[in-house]
Each structure stands twice: as structure tokens, then as C-alpha cells.
């Protein structure tokens, strides 16, 4: 069981790191935490389109926050 | 939302998740946050996109290898396409099977946050498959990118890629393998495009921090801080490969997120922390505790190693950051806010209103003095990293500082067991002496190590030194001003406020002495029952003996110069000016700068001492080492004031006397252990520095008491004073007043008025001695009715008093006049008792009369004479000539006192003996009266009664009193003994 569950958790850490790849390729700015809660959230359904949407629209205004923050210190 | 299912549930936690990691904004409840996750929420549940098409996906990632490969970038095209593939065939988390919608879902998510793919610089990471471990380092990577390192810091780095630079400078600097290089030095600058960015950036401008970021350190205590490159060669890759044969080995290893760092960035972080700061990625502060980050490695050392050398330095990072938090707390100096119940821990912060504790602030500007030298290494060892000229190694920098670090030990563990240990709530006395103590205590402990803790001895010196100084300015203030400054409360003696100077309690109850030890003699305990119980109450605290150590065998000098100064300012001083006072204050030294002056003399002419039963030659090489070494010390330090020049030449003269005692002594020498001779050197030390300028000022503070007091308060004449009227020496004025008691009383007639007595007693000394009519006075008191019952009795009412003026009366207190007060009552009932046999004419009555009358009028004369030789015989007069100080001088008199009320059988132990004199004083008296009131009167049976009283009171006598006398126990009664004897045998 433990060697299955094992080489279950090895394919799974290559797929990762194959997604990780991918997404250094297209420079998409995802580290391997995101990416990871990327992959469970598509795997519950959600439409990539809107992820991406949303990932975008909390950068930006993250940015801006950010941005806001340095200003009035 | 109690409806939701757990799916919905689950994917909130992932959406949460996603916001935390994305915008860092941690907190559930920000405002920020829930509105990002009401955003998200309506973007996931509301959408009018397409699902996703395998079709449309598989197009776009043609598409995508097709424009790579029409850029000509054939490795990215081929990294795509076999990357894309690899991944619609694996196995995802939760999703069973290829290909799946889950898998297109995740490319196409990927296809719209892409952002120009053909703009990145990508190299693809080499994977190992199945078991083998997950490589961290992208080799490739770093090999194409070592472009912008020179051979700098890393001569070891092979070959570099093909790459353009161009590609490198157009990077955005948010990137993450932007590949900003740590430590970049003035000629990687030359070689860079960067260089001619100015510097002219300003603090919260966003593109400084980007700036900073380029060009002077990456910033790897942020989260995913981009790597440094660095060689390739084996050795600079320990960890990976300890992490790749961990992963080897181990199945569950799961290598974590790791923080890399440069060895530089770990020594300078070292630094920093040793000098106090307190903001640092590698060493974190919590709780007052220096621990060590997990994650941080270095890539040629495994993080295990690295850790327990880090550790190592943590533990001496945080005894630096206590001590540096004490003296800020002492100092009043804070950095930053502390919380308040840290702010005081150690006492150290106080309010305005109270006293500085100047012991403590002593200490601290001993250890400030210390840090700044510490630091100034520090800064050194920091400015050679910055030049770059050698290479600075974390095991080379511990080594150079390793002398530092044992002082920094030595000092936290006097912090701790002197300071930090103590409990809150200690007096400040009990503080003081304490650290002081372990000081010392150190001193001697570090020092009977021998030369192994040479530095250590050397620095604990220093710092006592320092760490006494307000002791021995207190001392000071008080030996040579009579003023016993101490404001802190820190002094083992402290002043009751509420006795003035000009009391007669002042010797005894003005003074509190703290922590008295057991080895103490009780005369130096001076604490009375109220002052003792208002603080010093030393042994609750701890066990240990908290007495100052070093003050210990000249506390009672002390005290005394201090108590006898103060006294001797107050008293009006004829014989001095105060001109001629200040000029001497001008030019006085302080007892302080005595002491480290002597400390300086006498380690510097050690040199000088002959050298006893040593041969010449052994001499001659023992002078050569001493010069040899003499001129080095004065070569490396300038100033001769330093402790620590003292402390090396105290060193020097126990390795002399080691090396003379080893000659001289033979065998036997070497068998004793080090320790004794070097506890004793320091406490020879003190003992020669410390001690005679302490002794020399008792001696002088007392001897001026001692001549004021008998020059200019006839503190003798008083004395004999006492002597003339208790003791009836003045025979011919005590006489006079006595009689005219006596006749009184034989003509039946009161005599218990008090004017009558004063009358009397004025008349009688104010003939003589005038000036004492005075002083003195005659009181009635009233006795218990009990012991009124025998005639002689009566005369117990009287009490005689003379008043003695301040600050004799320190001397002859009241206690005293008591005593000389039961002496005279004594005197008075013998001289009644002879008077009233005087009075009678024998003439014409029997032999048995006569012989009675004999013999009781011996006694009587016997009994007078005891007190005189008494005073004789003691040389009590000398005695107090030669008295040192006032404590002597009370103690002498008191001697004598308790010896002439010993003499006149005044004890409790001997009361049977007084019983027996006092009944044939009784018998004298009642026959007396007899006679008087007629011979008529008489009847045969009384007389017989009597007489036999009488003789069983002279047998008893005689009997107790010859085996006193033979015993030796009453030599002073042996003439008595003897005519009571022949009295008896006449009978």
C-alpha cells in the first residue's frame, strides 16, 4: 500500500513539476503554491477563463494597494 | 451558508488560499480581503465563458510550438511540446486518467495568464523520473545566465552559456530569475550595463527598492527571493547532494522550501547580530530568544552543519542581545517600545522620581566599554568583507572572534547568576552586594584556572573595578565627609534617618548594616530591632552569604570612620580652621583613585621586591623575563590607568612568585594547588591597595574623634566624675551628704523629701565641685513594698543622677548610670551601716556586744574598699588613653563597670552571698535602733535571736566565702574572707 500510495505521490510531484515547467515557459508568473491551488481549483470545476480573470483583476489591485501603501509611508 | 456542501467548502479554503498567495494580504477579516473573495466568488459562479475545449487547447498549443520554432527558438518549441504532451499524460492530485478535462483546464489557464512566452528566457529544467529526486538547481539555468557574474567572487564557474546579453538587460527586474547577483563588487559594475544607473534613488520611491534589489544585495529574507548564482563545482554543492541522497534513501523525504543564501550573508548576519541588532532573516528574535530560521542553507554545506554552527552562534547572539537589553534598560535608552512587562524585568528602568542605582549603572558602563570594543572588531572583520581583498570564511570569523566570545560567556553568566537571577522585588542593597559578590567570586574562581582564563580574569577585573566604583565613592563620602550619601539605597550600611546626629542613640541606632554574615562578630551588627526590621532581612532572600566579600575585614574600620567622621562634624571643632579644611579637600584624593592607583604601584614595582633566598642566577632570569614582558605591556598599552594593564601585571607577578616558589621551596610547593596562591594574590591585592587607605582613614578619624572627646568634651573628667559620686571617691562631699541623711534618720525624722535630698546634695558638691551642682540631681523612686520590710532597704528609694551632656553621654548613657546607680546605693547602706555603729557608745556593755560590733564593722570596711581596687587594678585609666575608637572606649568602660558591679557581689548568680551581707547590715541597723531606743527595752530573747542570726549569717559567710576565695573565684574578697574568719574564731 505504502509503496503504491508512494509511487502515486512521485507521479504526482512529476506532474507538477512538468506543470511548473510549462508555466516558466509561457511566463505566466505562477510559483508552485499557486499553481498547486490552480490545479485543485480546476480539478473542482472551475472555468480557467475566470480563474485567470481573477488572478489577473487580484494582481493588479494588489499592485495598487501595494503601490498605495509605499506612497502615504 | 450552513447548505453548503463540502465541495463548496473546499473550493472557498482553495479560493482563500489563492488570495493569501497572491495578494499577501493574510488576514480573513481585511476588508481587502473579502472583497477580493466576494470578487472571485461571483467571477467563479457567474461567468459567461465557454468550458473548455480539448480541441480549441491542443490548437493553441500547436500554435504556440509553430511560432517558437518560427523564432527559430528550437529548444523552447521542442521543451513545449514534449512538456505539454508530458503533462496531458500524467496523472493530476485528484483526477484519475489523461487527458481529462482537468488537464486542458490547467493548459488553457496557463494559455491566458502567459504572458509573451516568446520573450522569456526558459530553459528547461532537467527532471529525474521515478524515484530519483527532484533536482533543486536548475544547472542549465544558471550555466546560461552566469553571464553577468564576473570571476568576482566565483573564479570556480565554468563555462557560460550562449545567451545574449541583450536578452539578459531586458529582463524585468520583478522576475523571478531576474538573476541579480549578491555582492556585486566595483567591477562586476564595469562590466554591467547597469553601471551607469546613478544613485540617486529616495527611500519609499518604488523603483529604489528595485534598484537596491539590482544593485547592491538581492533581497533573499523575502519569500521565493530569486537565487544567486554560484559554482558548479562539487564543493559548492554539498547540499544538493546530501539532499539528493536523502531522496534517494528516503521515500517520504520531501525537500522543503529553502532559503539559499551566500556564506558572506550568513558572516554578516553573524556580525550584525554579535553587535545587537535585532531585525535579522537568518536569526530571529522570539521571546527573548535568538533562534535560528529553519530554511536557511547554503549550498555547500548541509543545512544540519550549517544549523548547529549557527545555533553555536545564536547562543552568544542572544547573551549579546540580554546584555544589551540591560543596559539599555539601565541607561533609559530604548531602541523600540517594550512591552511593559518586559521593560522592567531587572529593575533597571525606573521612573524619573527615583534615585539612579549607581552600582548597576556602574556595571553597565563597564560592559558598554566592553561592547564598544567588541563592536569596533566587528565593524573591522565587517569592512574587510565589504573590501574583498581575502577571502572571509564563517569558520575563520568565529575563530578571530572565538577570544570575544568566551569574554561574552564569561559576562553573561555574571549577568545571569549577578543580575538577571535576582528576584524582582530585592532591595537595592541586597542587589548590589550581590553582583559585587559574584563578581568576585568570578574573579577568584576564573582565576584559580590559571592561565587558561587569563583574559577572562582580565575582564572580570576590569569590570569589578568599574562595578565597585560607586561602593567605594559611598565609602569615601562617608570615611572623609562624615555624610553617608546613598540616595539608591545600595550601601550595606544605611542611615536612620530618624535619629539626629546630636542623640545619645546616635552610636547605636543611627546606622542599618545589611547582610550581615555569620561570620560577623555580633558588637558589627548594629541593626536595632526597628531599623533591622525594616529591610534588612538578608537571609530570607538566599542562603548565601550576601555580605560585599571584599569590604568584609574592613567593615568595622568602616563603620567606625564613618560613624565617628559624621559625629566629629558635628561636634564644634576648635582646633581646626575650615580654610584650612577645604585647601586639604582641594588636594585630596578619592578613595577610589587611591585604590587603582595603588593597584597601578604596586603590580608596577613587584619588580622591584628582593627576591629572597633566590640564587643570583635565577635572579638575573627572572628580572630578564619580568623586563621582557614589562616593556611589551608597555608597549601594546599606552594607558598605565588601565585595569587591565594592572590585571596582566598581577599575572606577572604570580607567574614570579610561582617561578620563585618552585626554586625555593622544592617539592612541596608544587603540590599546592594553583589556587591558593592566586586567590590569594588577588586578595593580596586588595589587601595592600584597597585596605591601608581604609585603615589609614579609621585610624585618623578615630584618633580626632578620640582627642575631640577628651580635649574639648572632657569626656575624662566626666569619668571621674562618675567615679567621685557613684563610687563615693569625692569621700569628703558624698560624706557631708550622706550624714546629714543619716542623722535625719537616727532622729527619727523624714527624710524622704526631695528638696531636703537636693538641699543637701547641692550643698555638699557645690562647695567643691561647683560646676558639677549642677548636673547633678537625687530622685525618689518607689520600690516594690516587698523589699521595704528591712530598715536597710529603705535607702533603696534613692536615686542619684547626673546628667551627662552630649556626646559624652554616648559613653556614659543610662545604662551605665544604672549600674553605677546600684553601686552606690550598695556603698550607701555599708556607709549607714558603719555610721550607725559609730553613733553608739560600747562603753559599758559586755564583751559579746563589742565583739558583734567588731566584727560587723569589719565588713562593712572590707566591702568599701572593693570598688576602689576594682578601679585600681583594672588600669582603666590607661586603658582609655589608648582606646582607638569609640566603640573601644564604650567597650572599655563598660568592662570596667561590669567588673566593679561584679565585685560588689551585685550579680544574680552571687545574690545569696548579697542576701547574707545585707541581713548582718540589717542586724547592725536593728541593733543600732535598739541601743538608741534605751537598754531597757531590751529583753534577753531578741538579743539572743540576735546574736545567733548573726552567727549563723557570719558562719554562712564565712564558709561560702572560703571556698569561694579557695577556689579563686572571688579573689578580690579574700581580705574579707580572712577577717571574717579570724572574727569568727574569736566568737
Known sequence: MASAANANLNAVRETMDVLLEISRLLNTGLDMESLSICVRLCEQGINPEALSAVIKELRKASETLKASENSTN | ?987
Open chain 2, 1 to 987: 451558508m450552513a447548505h453548503w456542501t463540502a465541495f463548496e467548502k473546499e473550493t472557498e479554503r482553495e479560493t482563500k488560499r489563492l488570495i493569501g498567495c497572491l495578494s499577501g494580504v493574510e488576514d480573513e477579516e481585511d476588508q481587502n480581503f473579502q472583497l477580493a473573495l466576494k470578487f472571485a466568488w461571483s467571477n467563479f459562479r457567474f461567468h459567461r465563458f465557454l468550458d473548455v475545449d480539448s480541441h480549441k487547447v491542443q490548437r493553441s498549443i500547436n500554435g504556440i510550438y509553430e511560432k517558437l520554432m518560427v523564432q527559430s527558438d528550437v529548444s523552447k518549441a521542442e521543451s513545449w511540446m514534449s512538456l505539454t504532451e508530458e503533462f496531458l499524460n500524467s496523472p493530476l492530485p485528484n483526477t484519475d486518467g489523461a487527458k481529462t478535462d482537468a488537464h486542458y483546464s490547467l493548459v488553457s489557464l496557463l494559455l491566458f495568464l502567459s504572458d509573451s512566452p516568446s520573450n522569456t528566457n526558459f530553459t528547461e529544467r532537467p527532471r529525474i523520473k521515478e524515484a530519483e529526486a527532484k533536482d533543486n538547481f536548475d544547472w542549465a539555468r544558471y550555466l546560461m545566465e552566469g553571464e553577468d557574474i564576473d570571476d568576482g567572487p566565483y573564479p570556480d564557474t565554468p563555462e557560460w552559456s550562449e545567451e545574449s546579453e541583450d536578452e539578459d538587460s531586458q529582463q524585468p527586474i520583478s522576475r523571478e530569475d531576474s538573476g541579480i547577483q549578491l555582492d556585486r563588487t566595483p567591477q562586476d559594475d564595469q562590466d554591467n550595463n547597469n553601471k551607469t544607473v546613478p544613485v540617486t534613488w529616495t527611500v519609499g520611491e518604488p523603483g529604489a527598492r528595485a534598484w537596491l534589489e539590482q544593485n547592491v544585495v538581492t533581497p533573499y529574507w523575502v519569500a521565493h527571493a530569486p537565487r544567486f548564482p554560484h559554482s558548479l563545482h562539487l564543493h559548492s554543492n554539498l547540499l544538493n547532494v546530501w539532499d539528493q541522497h536523502l531522496y534517494n534513501t528516503d521515500p517520504l523525504y520531501l525537500p522543503e522550501e529553502k532559503a539559499f543564501v551566500t556564506e558572506t550573508q550568513v558572516i554578516r548576519e553573524t556580525l550584525w547580530l554579535l553587535s545587537g541588532v535585532k531585525k535579522h532573516f537568518i536569526f530571529q528574535h522570539h521571546d527573548g530568544k535568538v533562534i535560528v530560521r529553519n530554511n536557511v542553507v547554503v549550498t555547500h554545506l548541509t543545512s544540519n552543519c550549517l544549523r548547529s554552527v549557527l545555533e553555536h552562534i545564536a547562543v552568544y547572539g542572544q547573551a549579546v542581545f540580554r546584555l544589551q537589553r540591560f543596559i539599555d534598560e539601565v541607561t533609559g535608552y530604548s531602541s523600540e517600545p517594550c512591552p511593559p512587562s518586559s521593560g522592567s524585568s531587572h529593575g533597571g528602568t525606573k521612573k524619573a522620581s527615583e534615585p539612579p542605582f549607581r552600582t548597576y549603572q556602574a556595571f553597565v558602563w563597564a560592559l558598554n566599554k566592553y561592547f564598544t570594543s567588541f563592536k569596533e572588531e566587528l565593524t573591522t572583520i565587517e569592512r574587510e568583507i565589504i573590501c574583498n581583498d581575502e577571502t572571509v570564511t564563517l569558520s575563520a570569523v568565529l575563530e578571530r572572534l572565538h577570544p570575544h566570545l568566551v569574554q561574552i560567556k564569561v559576562l553573561h553568566k555574571v549577568f545571569c547568576t549577578g543580575v538577571a537571577e535576582v528576584p524582582h522585588e530585592t532591595p537595592n542593597v541586597v542587589r548590589a552586594s550581590h553582583l559585587l559578590n559574584i563578581l568576585y567570586k568570578a574573579i577568584i574562581e576564573y582565576d584559580s584556572v590559571g592561565e587558561a582564563s587569563e583574559q577572562a580574569v582580565a575582564l572580570l577585573f576590569s569590570l569589578w573595578t568599574e562595578t565597585v566604583r560607586p561602593y567605594l565613592e559611598i565609602v569615601d563620602e562617608w570615611i572623609f565627609y562624615g555624610h553617608l550619601f546613598d540616595p539608591a539605597k545600595e550601601f550595606i550600611i544605611q542611615r536612620n534617618k530618624d535619629v539626629p546626629v546630636n542623640h545619645r542613640d546616635f552610636w547605636y541606632a543611627t546606622y542599618t548594616l545589611y547582610s550581615v554574615s555569620e561570620t560577623v562578630d555580633s558588637e558589627e551588627k548594629l541593626s536595632d530591632a526597628a531599623s533591622g526590621s525594616s529591610g534588612g532581612d538578608p537571609g530570607s532572600g538566599s542562603k548565601q552569604l550576601t555580605m560585599v566579600s571584599f569590604l568584609k575585614p574592613v567593615l568595622k574600620q568602616i563603620i567606625m570612620a564613618g560613624k565617628s567622621m559624621q559625629l566629629l562634624k558635628n561636634l564644634d571643632r576648635k582646633d581646626r580652621e575650615p580654610a584650612e579644611k577645604s585647601c586639604r579637600d582641594a588636594e585630596r584624593k578619592s578613595l577610589y583613585a587611591l585604590f587603582l592607583e595603588s593597584v597601578q604601584s604596586r603590580l608596577c614595582s613587584q619588580e622591584d621586591s628582593p627576591a629572597e633566598g633566590v640564587t643570583e642566577q635565577q635572579a638575573t632570569r627572572r628580572s630578564l623575563i619580568r623586563m621582557q614582558s614589562i616593556i611589551k605591556q608597555h608597549l601594546q598599552i599606552e594607558d598605565v590607568h588601565d585595569p587591565l594593564l594592572a590585571i596582566n601585571f598581577a599575572r606577572l607577578y604570580l607567574e614570579q612568585s610561582d617561578f620563585h616558589e618552585r626554586f625555593s621551596g622544592g617539592d612541596f610547593i608544587v603540590d599546592r594547588s594553583s589556587q591558593a596562591v592566586t586567590c590569594q594574590t588577588f586578595e593580596l591585592t586588595l589587601r595592600s591597595c584597597l585596605y591601608p587607605h581604609i585603615q589609614r582613614r579609621y585610624i585618623e578619624c578615630c584618633g580626632n574623634l578620640m582627642q575631640t572627646l577628651k580635649k574639648d568634651y572632657r569626656l575624662l573628667e566626666y569619668l571621674q566624675a562618675m567615679r567621685n559620686y557613684f563610687l563615693l571617691e569625692a569621700g569628703d562631699t558624698m560624706y557631708d551628704f550622706y550624714t546629714s541623711i543619716f542623722e535625719k534618720v537616727q532622729e527619727k525624722e523624714s527624710w524622704q523629701q526631695l528638696s531636703f535630698l537636693n538641699v543637701q546634695l547641692q550643698e555638699a558638691v557645690g562647695q567643691r565641685y561647683p560646676e558639677d551642682s549642677s548636673r547633678l540631681s537625687i530622685f525618689l523612686e518607689n520600690i516594690d513594698p516587698a523589699r521595704k520590710k528591712h530598715p536597710v532597704n529603705n535607702l533603696e528609694v534613692l536615686t542619684l543622677s547626673y546628667k551627662v551632656p552630649w556626646p559624652v553621654d554616648i559613653v556614659i548613657s543610662s545604662e551605665c548610670q544604672k549600674i553605677y546607680n546600684q553601686v552606690f546605693l550598695l556603698l550607701l547602706q555599708i556607709k549607714w551601716a558603719k555610721y550607725s555603729l559609730d553613733t553608739l557608745r560600747f562603753s559599758d556593755f559586755t564583751d559579746v556586744t563589742k565583739k558583734q560590733e567588731g566584727a560587723a564593722c569589719e565588713e562593712p570596711a572590707q566591702l568599701h574598699h572593693d570598688p576602689d581596687s576594682a578601679q585600681h587594678g583594672s588600669g582603666v585609666q590607661h586603658q582609655v588613653q589608648e582606646a582607638k575608637d569609640l566603640d573601644q572606649l564604650i567597650k572599655i568602660h563598660y568592662r570596667y563597670l561590669a567588673t566593679i558591679h561584679d565585685r560588689c557581689l551585685l550579680r544574680e548568680k552571687v545574690s545569696f552571698v548579697k542576701e547574707a551581707i545585707m541581713k548582718v547590715l540589717n542586724l547592725v541597723l536593728i541593733f543600732s535602733d535598739r541601743w538608741q531606743a534605751g537598754f531597757g527595752a531590751w529583753k534577753i530573747e531578741s538579743i539572743d535571736k540576735m546574736e545567733s542570726d548573726f552567727k549563723n549569717c557570719h558562719m554562712f559567710l564565712v564558709t561560702i566565702l572560703n571556698k569561694a576565695v579557695c577556689r579563686g573565684s572571688f579573689p578580690h574578697l579574700e581580705s574579707l574572707a580572712l577577717s571574717l574568719m579570724a572574727g569568727f574564731e574569736q566568737c
